[in-house]
């Protein structure tokens, strides 16, 4: 009976063969070649142009430029929501033909599944740490004259306002139109006013009249009737809505982490346009 022949001598006679070279080489560059496949099919191409379109977008809400910490943030986000579109598909997700948006809210929603309710403790925690989210605003009671534009009695009218007479008193003018405006928040004034008469108003500490504030209708003049502030409510009052708002900051918090363990497995490629 022939001896067995030893794997290992037999694996070097093997490499000898000069065929075998290229057998390996062709094995070596197989391996590889899958290796970079795998590498470029977890690369995801942000272009920048899209980045800056969402920018010019949110500016142009504002009214104005964002800081360069807020255009990171823009951008962070876009490449989350790239991420999330390119998972979305590979999860078979894409049969919907919907726009990318659809895609981003479904990944979000299976990422965010099973999301733990609060215990007793846990929901007086967050009670007592979002007080003031849970404690309606203070509201003001506001009288308001209005002494229309073009007036020839304008001054006069300015000067009875400022020496403190009442709207009632204005009543009978033709000039004059008055109003009160009840339970107004912060928010209210703004929008109906702007940001500086409202904080004009909000900051007064007389009782005479404020103003005036201009526009197309004339001057508008403010008193201050009554302010109130709210107490916060007892949890027992509000539980649903802490307990509703504690779920969606865990869940948020998870999704987050969720996001952020997707964006680890692929490599981001920002396209820079020419020029830049």
Same mark, same amino acid.
Do not use: C
């Given at each position: 009976?022939?001896?067995?022949?030893?794997?290992?001598?037999?694996?070097?006679?093997?490499?000898?063969?000069?065929?075998?070279?290229?057998?390996?080489?062709?094995?070596?560059?197989?391996?590889?070649?899958?290796?970079?496949?795998?590498?470029?099919?977890?690369?995801?191409?942000?272009?920048?142009? =899209?980045?800056?379109?969402?920018?010019?977008?949110?500016?142009?809400?504002?009214?104005?430029?964002?800081?360069?910490?807020?255009?990171?943030?823009?951008?962070?986000?876009? &490449?989350?929501? =790239?991420?999330?579109?390119?998972?979305?598909?590979?999860?078979?997700?894409?049969?919907?033909?919907?726009?990318?948006?659809?895609?981003?809210?479904?990944?979000?929603?299976?990422?965010?599944?099973?999301?733990?309710?609060?215990?007793?403790?846990?929901?007086?925690?967050?009670?007592?740490?979002?007080?003031?989210?849970?404690?309606?605003?203070?509201?003001?009671?506001?009288?308001?004259?209005? &002494?229309?534009? +073009?007036?020839?009695?304008?001054?006069?009218?300015?000067? =009875?306002?400022?020496? +403190?007479?009442?709207?009632?008193?204005?009543?009978?003018?033709?000039?004059?139109?008055?109003?009160?405006?009840?339970?107004?928040?912060?928010?209210?004034? /703004?929008?109906?006013? +702007?940001?500086?008469?409202?904080?004009?108003?909000?900051?007064?500490?007389?009782?005479?009249?404020?103003?005036?504030?201009?526009?197309?209708? +004339?001057?508008?003049?403010?008193?201050?009737?009554? /302010?109130?502030?709210?107490?916060?409510?007892?949890?027992?009052?509000?539980?649903?809505?802490?307990?509703?708002?504690?779920?969606?900051?865990?869940?948020?918090?998870?999704?987050? =982490?969720?996001?952020?363990?997707?964006?680890? /497995?692929?490599? &981001?490629?920002?396209?820079?346009?020419?020029?830049?």
């Amino acid at each position: 009976m022939a001896e067995p022949i030893s794997a290992t001598p037999l694996f070097r006679r093997i490499l000898r063969e000069p065929t075998s070279h290229f057998v390996l080489l062709a094995a070596v560059l197989f391996g590889a070649n899958a290796a970079l496949e795998s590498w470029r099919g977890n690369v995801i191409t942000i272009d920048r142009v =899209q980045i800056e379109v969402r920018i010019a977008e949110l500016e142009a809400l504002r009214g104005a430029p964002l800081s360069p910490e807020e255009r990171q943030l823009v951008e962070e986000a876009y &490449i989350d929501e =790239q991420v999330l579109v390119r998972e979305a598909l590979d999860m078979g997700l894409e049969a919907d033909r919907r726009i990318d948006d659809i895609l981003v809210q479904k990944m979000l929603h299976v990422l965010s599944g099973d999301v733990i309710q609060p215990t007793e403790d846990e929901l007086r925690d967050f009670y007592d740490a979002n007080r003031t989210s849970y404690t309606p605003e203070p509201t003001l009671s506001i009288e308001e004259v209005v &002494i229309a534009a +073009g007036s020839t009695a304008a001054g006069d009218l300015v000067e =009875q306002l400022q020496a +403190g007479v009442s709207a009632q008193e204005l009543a009978d003018n033709t000039d004059v139109r008055a109003s009160v405006l009840r339970q107004v928040t912060d928010g209210d004034l /703004r929008r109906l006013f +702007g940001p500086v008469t409202a904080e004009l108003i909000l900051s007064a500490n007389t009782e005479g009249w404020i103003g005036p504030h201009e526009t197309v209708r +004339g001057q508008h003049w403010f008193r201050i009737v009554e /302010r109130a502030t709210p107490e916060l409510p007892p949890l027992e009052s509000v539980r649903e809505r802490v307990r509703l708002d504690w779920v969606a900051d865990q869940e948020a918090a998870r999704l987050d =982490q969720a996001v952020g363990g997707l964006r680890e /497995r692929y490599n &981001i490629v920002i396209d820079e346009p020419e020029g830049r």
